[in-house]
């Protein structure tokens, strides 16, 4: 590859070059380096104020041109909700008792007792018309004409009094007023009867009765049973309660059709089929959002929801409120509108406390690894520095993917803990290169600014191999097709890229102010203290780092060693293989809250009790666009295909249609004897404005928008939408629910009904279950063909190059196996850390591989001065990620557990593969250095530099008086050569790192 290798020695002599000069110019100009560095860091800030939150799913994690948002847009444009639920869960062994009410009724109090701008909760409550009023009315309507003895001159006066007898009865004592009316709303009123009174009124006095109806603010809870009056409910039996929930059809409150029992979870029934007893019980608020002042809310889900500020502070006051009621008899949680956007943001911004931690046991293992342990050249400030230069890089990170366009997602939260273990591996190498320098007699009598130039000519070449490696292998998750991915990706390389300049700028010009300060004698602690001739203590002078690494190069020499670390390479790649088999793909955005939030709380208990409900994120919707009588059969094709998905119990679970209700009210209130019959332009227009007026459709008004007023008793408009109401079933993974989804989505294409489509709240994450893998697998690839393509650019050896693939590709193999058996599924987040891990793994056999290649003698001498040189850079930058890594374990954030298993993995089997197996591997097989003749009883004839390089990298860190001997006289014929080389801007002086 002679082509190559002469382009990668021209590039890589002008890099050296470039980083000499400015390793000069950095010594000479410090402080205006590092007033560069801030204000370009204050420039780049100014993104910021692009900066924006993202944290619905169908904007992450799904393609933007997906099917699913473009029918969230029509969703949004035809069913704009103006309403906000908020939904309390209560929790306890029986929450049917007495007792339990009574707590439902205190927090039903005092939530109605919150007031914000003046307004309590029946002041910004949604409103809806009450239905037992038509019933009711008319039957007291009936009992005063016959008791009035069939006059009729009262009969015209009756509905223009309706109210004032409606208050009347309400003003009666309370003592008086019976519990609950069985004969009228249990499950045992006579319907006919019912017919009979709602027949007896007049279609003109019907709906001026439905037009003047009281409305009252719609919540639903179990105490309306008792119309939330306190006496009532403070002496209910458990016997009321159990006879209440079983027999009751209608609300007593409303006048609805209701089932008590989907208020209820973990309902316990005895052998006859009754309820007696459950686990939970939930209440519901619903607030109307007014259109002065109303903005489009943030953190709503993947709906459009508006929200103003009064409502937005009820309900922050709801949520404060309500979780203070439990106690060791009943849980009680809440889900406000609020509440995802609150938690969202929380984990959007990360744990202080966990970033503190981190950056505080880093900080202090960077000191003790920079400096030694004496006040002189303890190195305080420089590692303080090389800290401050990671957060740097991590605004000027997110202030760029701001002004760019991107937005900051959940998983941001994990850049200043990857920008920590990543970016200070750059300190690392600069400073061993700085100690290597200094340890190097060759470099005696040389200025301070050419010891830096030096130190970044060595050390500027291979940070800057690991961070292109790096930037490349984060950058490619641009062109994924999830929006939140690329999103990430981006500042990630940015971020990085960013910590590279600082290291090389920022942290240079500090390296050397603080190496004139030890010159000075000036303390680490208090620099304004000087010392004179000062003498550390012979303990603080020890490297104990280059003591281990001696011990481990003889390790490197020994078969055994060898064959055990082979074993031991391919036992953990057999376990990787299988646990990647046995890896399960699952995303579940509920994951993405913290697990101790009490969001998270409530939403698996409402998911595991409420099943069925159309509150779960597995309820939604089949749209439909204009239609008219026509298109009816299509309706009954559609309803007929999810009635039987339904009783055959593969699909769906539960569905709702407003085309059932309409048909049974044709045929037993309108005397049609089937649904062709009223199939024409003048009796469906009319039916179904009298079904959605009467007590059997009201609930179905809101499935449809008109392009003009419905009014009662006028043929109904011209219809421009309409939906039924579904739920799936809670599906295990995607073997299951894609082929569920592919059932209901062909019954809606071939019913053909105008615009068709079904949308349901979790189809974002089944869409991401569908693309996740493909999307990890050609992350990886092409992350993988970006460190093969530089690495080969840039070290010029195509086996290196493979053997360094060989290291990522088996560590990732083991990073995604040891995942399956540490409880962790492929989704968005584990993909997204995966990814990740190469871009980590990698800089562990880079750095050594470009120490192998630069170093002279045998593949074992090589490999001995490799170790030597860089290892322990490498082995403190695996710790220092650790280190950055270990409090994550005990976070309750998804994200966090997630990205701590998934980089200590990572950290485990990199540094493995990369100072243990790595130099196993070349020690065998290894590129041999051709231009220096190692054979025995030849006198090899070599330039000076290559004669330093040997000499110098068997002797240079012995402790042994021999060999230090022998090092002073084997570099003194090369000294006048290597000062010459600084010199020389056409040599290639990649000698050492």
Not at 159 to 176: A, K, M, R, T, V
Not at 601 to 622: A, C, M, V
Not at 863 to 871: N, P, S, Y
Request: aromatic share 12%; glycine share 6%.
């Amino acid at each position: 590859m002679p082509t190559l290798k002469g382009t990668s020695s021209y590039f890589v002599t002008k890099l050296e070059l470039l980083f000499f000069k400015w390793g000069k110019f950095v010594a000479l100009h410090p402080y205006q380096v590092i007033l560069s560095c801030l204000i370009a860091t204050a420039c780049c800030s100014l993104g910021l104020l692009k900066f924006r939150e993202e944290t619905k799913a169908n904007l992450l994690w799904i393609p933007p041109d997906s099917e699913y948002n473009s029918n969230q847009d029509w969703v949004d444009a035809n069913f704009t909700k103006s309403t906000r639920e908020e939904f309390v869960l209560f929790k306890s062994d029986n929450v049917l008792t007495p007792d339990s009410l009574k707590q439902m009724l205190v927090v039903h109090k005092a939530v109605g007792r919150i007031e914000k701008d003046g307004k309590r909760f029946h002041n910004i409550c949604a409103r809806v018309p009450i239905a037992a009023d038509v019933i009711d009315e008319e039957e007291k309507r009936r009992k005063k004409r016959q008791a009035l003895m069939g006059s009729s001159d009262h009969s015209d006066d009756y509905y223009e009094n309706f109210y004032d007898e409606y208050l009347e009865e309400d003003d009666q004592d309370e003592s008086n007023t019976g519990r609950i009316d069985f004969d009228k709303y249990s499950k045992k009123v006579n319907i006919t009867k019912v017919d009979e009174l709602l027949d007896d009124i007049s279609q003109a006095n019907y709906c001026a009765l439905v037009s003047s109806l009281e409305e009252k603010c719609i919540q639903t809870s179990l105490l309306e049973i008792w119309s939330y009056k306190e006496h009532l409910v403070n002496t209910v039996t458990r016997e009321e309660i159990l006879t209440a929930v079983n027999l009751l059809a209608r609300s007593p409150w409303y006048g609805y059709d209701v089932d008590y029992a989907s208020l209820l979870g973990g309902i316990t029934r005895n052998s006859s089929g009754h309820i007696v007893g459950a686990k939970t019980a939930q209440m519901v608020w619903v607030v109307e959002v007014p259109e002065e002042g109303r903005v489009i809310s943030a953190h709503s889900g993947v709906e459009l929801e508006f929200a103003d500020p009064t409502t937005l502070a009820w309900e922050s006051e709801m949520i404060e409120t309500v979780l203070g009621f439990s106690s060791d008899k009943m849980e009680v949680l809440v889900n406000a509108a609020r509440s995802l956007g609150d938690v969202s943001t929380q984990s959007v911004f990360f744990d202080a406390a966990l970033l503190g931690g981190g950056y505080t046991i880093m900080f202090i293992y960077t000191i003790l690894m920079l400096g030694r342990l004496n006040t002189l050249e303890v190195r305080l400030m420089l590692a303080g520095a090389g800290i401050v230069s990671i957060g740097m890089g991590f605004v000027i990170g997110i202030g760029i993917s701001s002004l760019l366009g991107f937005p900051v997602t959940p998983v941001h939260a994990l850049l200043p803990f990857l920008c920590l273990g990543i970016g200070i591996d750059d300190m690392f190498v600069i400073s061993q290169c700085w100690a290597n320098m200094k340890k190097n007699p060759l470099h005696d009598g040389l200025s301070h600014p050419e010891q830096l130039g030096s130190s970044l000519k060595h050390a500027g070449v291979a940070v800057t191999v690991t961070t292109l490696t790096d930037v490349f292998a984060f950058g490619v998750g641009a062109v994924t097709q999830m929006p939140g991915l690329a999103a990430f990706c981006v500042c990630t390389a940015i971020s990085l890229g960013a910590i590279y300049l600082l290291q090389i700028s920022w942290f240079a010009a500090w390296m050397s102010l603080d190496e004139e300060r030890i010159a000075a004698g000036r303390d680490g602690l208090v620099p304004c203290i000087v010392h004179k001739d000062y003498q550390p203590s012979a303990c603080s002078r020890t490297s104990y780092g280059d003591i281990i690494v001696k011990q481990y190069a003889k390790l490197l020499s020994t078969s055994v060693f060898k064959v055990l670390v082979i074993i031991a390479t391919l036992g953990f790649l057999g376990f990787g293989v299988w646990g990647s088999l046995l890896m399960r793909q699952k995303f579940d955005p509920v994951l993405l809250l913290p697990s101790d939030s009490y969001l998270r709380r409530w939403k698996s208990l409402h998911d595991q009790f409420y099943y069925g409900s159309g509150w779960t994120i597995y309820s939604g919707e089949i749209y439909s666009s204009e239609f008219n009588h026509s298109d009816l059969h299509k309706f009954e094709h559609l309803s007929s295909g999810l009635q039987q998905f339904v009783d055959e119990g593969q699909s769906l679970g539960v569905f709702d249609s407003w085309w059932s209700k309409l048909k049974e009210y044709a045929t037993q209130k309108k005397n049609f004897t089937s649904w062709e019959d009223f199939a024409n332009p003048t009796d469906f227009k009319m039916i179904l404005s009298d079904f959605l007026f009467s007590p059997y459709g009201f609930n179905y008004k809101s499935s449809f928008k008109f392009e003009d007023d419905l009014v009662c008793d006028e043929p109904a408009p011209r219809i421009k939408a309409s939906k039924f109401k579904m739920e799936y079933l809670n599906f295990d993974g995607p073997e299951e629910h894609i082929p569920a989804k592919k059932l209901v989505t062909d019954l809606v294409t071939s019913s053909n009904i105008p615009g068709g489509f079904s949308h349901v709240q979790v189809y974002t994450a089944w869409e991401t279950d569908q693309i996740i893998g493909f999307e990890m697998m050609r992350n990886i690839g092409l992350a993988l063909v970006c460190v093969f393509i530089i690495t080969l650019v840039l070290l010029a050896n195509f086996p290196i190059c493979l053997l360094v693939l060989n290291n990522v590709v088996i560590t990732l193999v083991n990073i995604v196996g040891f995942l399956h058996f540490w409880g962790i599924a492929i989704d968005i987040v584990s993909c997204i850390n995966i990814v990740l891990a190469i871009g980590l793994c990698v800089d562990y056999s880079v750095h050594i591989g470009h120490a192998y290649l630069v170093s002279k003698g045998s593949r074992l001498e090589k490999v001995v001065e490799a170790m030597t040189t860089i290892g322990p850079a490498v082995f403190n930058g695996g710790l220092t990620t650790f280190l950055a890594l270990v409090l994550l374990g005990g976070s309750t954030s998804h994200v966090f557990v997630t990205f701590f298993k998934v980089f200590v993995l990572t950290v485990t089997f990199g540094l493995f593969h990369g100072l243990v197996l790595f130099p196993v591997l070349l020690s065998l097989v290894g590129p041999q250095d051709k231009s220096l003749q190692l054979a025995h009883n030849v006198e090899p004839a070599v330039p000076a530099e290559t004669e330093k390089a040997v000499c110098y990298a068997n002797a240079a860190f012995s402790t042994e008086e021999s060999d230090s001997r022998k090092r002073r006289e084997c570099v003194e014929s090369a000294k006048m050569y290597e000062a010459s080389l600084y010199y020389q801007p056409d040599h290639n002086t990649s000698v050492i790192i």
